[in-house]
DNA sequence: AGCAGTTGCATAGCAAGCTATCCAATGATA
DNA sequence: TATCATTGGATAGCTTGCTATGCAACTGCT
């Protein structure tokens, strides 16, 4: 019994991560939402037009995922990918109306998942639980 | 700010998530294992012999999900799929000796990670994050 | 002005999730 | 026993991640 999965770290990782993408995304299907989409969504609607290199850092996700999540969000008409006005390689990415509109109906599902998620936990236990996931994922970006 | 991503635990467990795997392939992909096939390894390792039903349970990911990782690696000659002897639907999963012989090294690496991401924490905040992670999970799993 | 290096995106190809379906084998029951 | 429901897997199709490449536009230097 040298690696007991409820004692992994990486696995429980896992497990809870899939579990809020699933608990996202049936509530945001009905909006015509995909998880990936609302994150991008929430850089999006604190400042619109950003470029697909300032989305990338802020997610902090690779430039191949996020042009394909781009790609599948203009399909879907959430947003317009228009020519940098200064840089004839990069692009601005800007919100639709459809989009704008959606800000409030899906930042409170995803609230509600949240809910969910800590409804267990008090509310020191909550501050706790973000701070120390915070402290790990620093621990493994510097390494990773 | 209705919505700030450092303290939405669903964003949280998306990244740290990402990362735990990022860590883990790099330091499995040497070995010719994918995370995912890991995961399934640790419960083969532990019990030989289980039918896809089985797995499924234990690790908690959905029926096709498994089919197709199975599939990767039969591929890779990790496992083979035999005939069940009292049910002719379902088959029993068995180790070839290559994936027998890479418990330990594999174990290392993924403790290795483990390791890294609870680097900063001390020894009662990693009892902690395991104990509100596995809460998290539970409440997660009781709705979704 | 011209070349070299850097930077911003796109694309290909793969892994791992998921939902939805379908088929074959079992089981239960009228 | 014959039919119907359940169960174990396979497959199709999609999203989201990743790495690896390639290309075009910009920057810096000489």
Redesign the pocket.
């Known amino acids: 019994m040298a690696f007991d999965k409820t004692r992994s770290a990486g696995f429980l990782a ?1 497990h809870m991560a ?1 579990l809020f ?2 608990g996202l ?2 509530n945001i299907k009905p909006l015509g ?7 991008t969504l929430l850089a999006l609607w604190e400042e619109d037009g950003l ?6 850092e802020r ?15 203009e ?2 008409r959430l947003i317009e ?1 228009r020519a ?1 006005p ?7 990415i800007h919100l639709t109306p459809k989009a704008v509109a959606l800000r409030e109906p899906a930042t409170s599902a995803a609230l509600a998942v949240n809910g969910v998620a800590l409804g267990d936990l008090s509310e020191e236990e909550r501050l706790v639980f973000l701070d120390l996931t915070r402290r790990v994922i620093d621990a493994l970006k510097q390494r990773y």
Chains 1, 2 share one sequence.
């Open positions: 896992n899939r993408a699933k995304q049936q939402l995909a998880p990936a989409q609302f994150m470029t697909q290199r300032q989305l990338v997610l902090d996700v690779e430039q191949a995922t996020m042009a394909n999540t781009l790609t599948r969000m399909r879907d990918r940098h200064e840089d004839g390689r990069s692009q601005s």
